[in-house]
């Protein structure tokens, strides 16, 4: 069964340092992989995902992940954090349902604080 | 694109109860998503549809859940004799049916408090 583990619950970075949050998943076949952000009170806001090629992909608001399947790894990082970054993370798998859908597996999360 | 809305966004209730909670999807989204999510864990699937028809079920849906989409538009869950386990945040999610096209669309959550 798929599974996914983010191994950092708590993160706290300094305004304008670089950011990399960790990502393990455990899936038999080529995953579909996303990141998600959850702010309190709003809703799970989709950053970027990986389907095929091209293993680094770059999401919104400065974000990017790569891809590293020999380490079945997806982290995700952001050069310079920014304020509002802090929220939730969540890393999720995806896998096939009948008729096309998709049933997202998530991580834990990681939840990041950034001091100003 | 109004973005996916969910009612009520919070309901507090007494255990033995019923509740039911709505969704309503992007226009024109087919695929519809119910997860629930508890304090400090990610969300965890609970249930699937394709316009009207309810295509996959997690064994987390008890017998006291169920799940409706009668035109394929917007969805409703219900939870029959409310227990406080029940207590949680229930995301609705929807996606389109495009070929390549695997992400979903998250609303804002109902949070249900069981007392």
């Known amino acids: 069964a798929q599974s996914v583990t983010q191994p950092d619950i708590h993160i706290t970075v300094s305004e304008g340092a670089s950011l990399e949050l960790r990502c393990n998943y455990s899936?038999?076949?080529?995953?579909?992989l996303f990141w998600y952000v959850q702010s309190p009170g709003q809703g799970l806001q989709l950053l970027l995902k990986y389907f095929s090629g091209d293993t680094l992909v770059q999401g919104i608001k400065g974000f990017e992940a790569e891809f590293k399947r020999s380490q079945s790894s997806f982290n995700l990082r952001k050069p310079s954090v920014h304020w509002s970054d802090a929220a939730e993370y969540f890393c999720?798998?995806?896998?096939?349902?009948?008729?096309?859908?998709?049933?997202?597996?998530f991580g834990t999360g990681t939840q990041l604080k950034v001091e100003l | 694109d109004t973005g996916v809305s969910q009612n009520p966004r919070h309901k507090i209730t007494k255990r033995g109860q019923n509740v039911t909670f709505r969704c309503d999807p992007i226009?024109?989204?087919?695929?519809l998503y119910w997860y629930r999510q508890t304090l400090g864990q990610g969300p965890e699937f609970l249930t699937y549809f394709q316009n009207e028809a309810q295509l996959e079920k997690s064994r987390l849906l008890s017998d006291r859940f169920s799940a409706e989409r009668p035109k394929g538009s917007f969805s409703t869950l219900e939870i029959q004799r409310t227990e406080q386990g029940d207590s949680a945040m229930y995301l609705c999610?929807?996606?389109?049916?495009?070929?390549?096209?695997?992400?979903?669309?998250f609303g804002p959550g109902t949070r249900l408090t069981v007392t």
């Open positions: 999610a929807s996606s389109p049916q495009v070929t390549g096209s695997y992400e979903q669309y």
């Open positions: 899936y038999g076949a080529t995953p579909y």
């Open positions: 226009s024109e989204h087919n695929r």
């Open positions: 999720a798998v995806g896998t096939r349902l009948t008729g096309g859908g998709n049933k997202l597996t």
